[in-house]
């Protein structure tokens, strides 16, 4: 899949629309979902132009993985959930359900989150 640089993440990069910001470095973007669901739900993005995890995974740089999960654990403890708990999760493809075409991972946070994932059936 190519990537789409109008995907909505994209804008938000370009600061072409806004987002309720939460940390930015030289490897990602962090801001809050626009229908959370969690207390605390913040959606973090690579800086650069990955449609999916498997796309990340395979094609960014050792610096840009390295530097975009070292952002996702300063995001959590910044957000105050270390100590009580969080979860991180990304979509990918059909089957995962994702909706944005630029690779992102969500914190979840702020409550007890239950367990994992409910099947309606195996
Ligand atoms: P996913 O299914 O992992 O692709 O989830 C995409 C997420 O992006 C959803 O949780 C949406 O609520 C969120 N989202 C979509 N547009 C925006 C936006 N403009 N600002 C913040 N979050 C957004």
Redesign the pocket.
């Known amino acids: 899949m190519t990537y789409d640089p109008e995907n909505?993440f994209a804008k938000?990069l370009r600061s072409e629309?806004p987002?309720d910001r939460v940390y930015e470095d030289d490897w990602a973007l962090a801001?809050?979902?626009?229908?959370p669901q969690a207390p605390v739900h913040i959606?973090v993005v690579p800086k650069g132009e990955y449609v999916s995890s498997d796309d990340f995974a395979a094609n960014a740089s050792d610096a840009e993985i390295a530097g975009f999960f070292r952002a996702i654990g300063e995001i959590a403890r910044l957000s105050d959930i270390v100590n009580s708990g969080y979860r991180i999760l990304a979509?990918h493809g059909r089957d995962g359900?994702?909706?944005?075409p630029h690779f992102?991972i969500?914190i979840f946070g702020g409550r007890d989150l239950g367990g994992m994932i409910k099947r309606a059936s195996t």
């Open positions: 909505v938000i629309i987002c801001f809050k979902d626009i229908n959606l979509n359900h994702q909706e944005v992102h969500h």
